[in-house]
């Protein structure tokens, strides 16, 4: 079992695509368990931007992160989200590099939509199995040509990188990680209580890959 609360980044940014970062966040902050203590919370969530300015998601929504790239705390997994906002990222030296510097032996990585393009950027998809929203995967496969693009599945998890499709989906990822973090049971309780339908069997992992 996964030690908890377990430190959960989400990356923002302006014209972030609001559910793909919402969805997670809604996932990860309702995941608890009841004790004699009260309610224990599994997931400790920090919105993580650029600079410590508010952002401007996609549709004019106004929010301010708990911290920014420079000054968040470590952090055991990050969500990046898409967006449109990702394709000037995808040129911002400063961002690429921080998520270029993660070490996913000590930080899961996961996106959700075109996230994956901040992360295939950032190298971290090189020879990995990923995914992203259907109408960017001709992009991807042109973009990024040691990415191993998987057209079928709603969410791919290769070993401490998870990506998944588009908008929605983000919230079948997280429940995959509650999944493998804290079993079936924390995760069908979590999308109840949320009363959203989740398919377990909706997705891949692949582990202890050699990639050359």
């Given at each position: ?97 921080w998520l270029h510097s993660l070490d996913t032996n000590k930080t899961r990585l996961a996106s959700v939509c075109t996230g994956s393009l ?55 990822l997280a429940l995959q990680m509650v999944r493998l973090d804290f079993g079936d049971a924390q995760a069908e309780w979590t999308a109840r ?20």
């Open positions: 079992m996964a030690p908890h609360p377990i430190s959960t980044g989400i990356f923002i940014f302006n014209d972030v695509e609001v559910l793909d970062f919402t969805g997670p966040f809604e996932v990860f902050s309702t995941t608890r368990r009841e004790s004699n203590d009260g309610e224990e919370f599994l997931y400790r969530v920090h919105l993580i931007s650029p600079t410590d300015a508010s952002i401007i998601t996609r549709g004019g929504m106004e929010v301010k992160p708990h911290c920014s790239m420079k000054s968040h705390p470590d952090l055991d997994m990050l969500i990046v989200p898409g967006g449109c906002g990702t394709r000037p990222l995808m040129h911002d030296g400063k961002v690429i590099d901040l992360l295939a950027a950032a190298g971290h998809l090189d020879g990995r199995r990923a995914t992203t929203h259907w109408t960017v995967l001709d992009m991807m496969e042109k973009t990024f040509p040691k990415v191993d693009v998987d057209r079928e599945r709603h969410v791919i998890v290769d070993e401490a990188v998870f990506t998944s499709a588009g908008i929605s989906a983000g919230i079948d209580h949320m009363e959203y339908s989740f398919v377990p069997d909706d997705f891949t992992r692949r582990l202890d890959l050699s990639r050359n």
